[in-house]
Nanobody, 125 residues
Framework: QLQLVESGGGLVQPGESLTLSCVASGFTLGNHVIGWFRQAPGKEREGVSS???????YYPESVKGRFAISRDNAKNMVYLQMNSLEPEDTAVYYC???????????????????WGQGTQVTVSS
């Protein structure tokens, strides 16, 4: 059974950091482009990062310089380090896998076929 499971979400104050983890089972993460997405209440799901087989990373302007994606193929895991968090970053965060080794763009949900259940991140004072 193909499965992605996210963890690491929680409640943090503005300016703090959080690291999300995503572990895969039933398939090899290293054979896919992996993306992180988020969805806030009433908003569309948006991509915040992706990483390909070569370790090349992609970020939209909204998170560039604050978020960092990484992967550990030996552990079949992907991480999202989030720094300088803002209330606008509050959302459910999802990891997802795409049937591609290298394509980082477009970072849109319809390009990704395997999804986790999501983990809630809340940034509030």
């Amino acid at each position: 059974q193909l499965q992605l499971v996210e963890s690491g979400g929680g409640l943090v104050q503005p300016g703090e950091s959080l690291t999300l983890s995503c572990v895969a089972s039933g398939f090899t993460l290293g054979n896919h482009v992996i993306g992180w997405f988020r969805q806030a209440p009433g908003k569309e799901r948006e991509g915040v990062s992706s990483i390909n087989l070569r370790g090349v990373e992609y970020y939209p302007e909204s998170v560039k310089g604050r978020f960092a994606i990484s992967r550990d193929n030996a552990k079949n895991m992907v991480y999202l380090q989030m720094n300088s968090l803002e209330p606008e970053d509050t959302a459910v965060y999802y990891c997802a896998a795409r049937r591609s080794l290298y394509a980082l763009a477009p970072l849109t949900p319809d390009e990704y076929v395997y999804w986790g259940q999501g983990t809630q991140v809340t940034v509030s004072s």
